[in-house]
């Protein structure tokens, strides 16, 4: 059977650590959570040369951790954008098919997932690993030539379920998979630069959450981890790679004023299959304001050369430093 028999799916939580009834599929490129089961071992010398057997102490878990990594689809990724963002706008645009989803950086308080992955074993049993508590510690967007969209989301989890026993929430959950989606690929893309479109051979967005996930303490009547918080400012890194054209990027970055130094960042994917009568299914990343804080042209061979560049989205006192438009089928989010 293997891994292409595997599914993903997630539920929201309303109690974090308390698992719920996954209800949206995704359709995974990979995945690797993973529980995390420290060891302790005790540091006095007993005149022996190997620790110890009885020195050894077995404690609780410590929670779970790992990343999944999907394509984006026009149909479906709009359940992920609260828990990657923190607050999530959904609307009508000017057709009544159409609905958009407007995720922006808020609060990651509350929002919480369960997530379970099905992994099939040798003998044909699709085994049910569930894991509670699941917050969003980062995410990936990122694309190029060739290649469909794609999102890598990193999560920490209160806890692992044992997969051999499982009832209630954690047993294996019915997957439903997206219906009348389609891919959205580099065909369908266009990015923005300074309000220029730029010919782009490839193109990320990185943010880090900034969560404080080592949320254990000492008190054994209440054991387990708490619900990670913010514990640092977010960052908001982004990356292209485009022909080497003329000097306009590098200028940027050696620029000596913040206003030469930054441009505003926008890259829009459509799908092939219009969603309404005018409107096709996207979706749109933008940032306000984009410092270049990195790039210019290198020779490596006899090829033409390209410019790779990078920097940081910061915030303008107005805007969200990153905002993200899913337009979609979907009347709802997660």
Known sequence: MGGSSAQFMIGKETVYGTAVVQTKSFEIISEDFKGNYPRLQAEALSSAFVDR???????????????????????GFNAFLRYMMGDVATGTVVETSCYTHTATIASLMGDMLTCQVGRPD???????????GGKVTGFEISNQVDQTLRCKIDMDFEKESNPDTP?????????????????????????????????VA?????????????????????????????NDKRKIEWAFKTPYVDNTFWEKVSAETNAGATAILSAKWEGPTLLGTTIYPSLTLSIPVGVFDDGGPVVAGPAALEQSFKGRGLFNGTDSALTIVYVSADVTSL
């Open 53 to 75: 057997a009885d020195r050894s102490s077995v404690v609780r878990s410590k929670g779970a951790a790992g990343g999944v990594e999907i394509e984006v689809l026009t149909k």
């Open 122 to 132: 040798n003998l044909d049993v699709v085994r049910p690993w569930t894991y509670e």
């Open 167 to 199: 009832t209630g929430a954690y047993s294996l959950s019915t997957n439903v998979p997206v219906v009348g989606a389609e891919v959205l690929t580099w065909a369908g893309g266009t990015v923005t630069i300074g309000g220029v479109i730029t010919d």
């Open 202 to 230: 490839d193109f990320s967005v990185k943010v880090d959450n900034g969560l404080k996930v080592d949320t254990q303490y000492i008190n054994k009547a209440a054991p387990g981890k708490r619900e990670p918080t913010q």
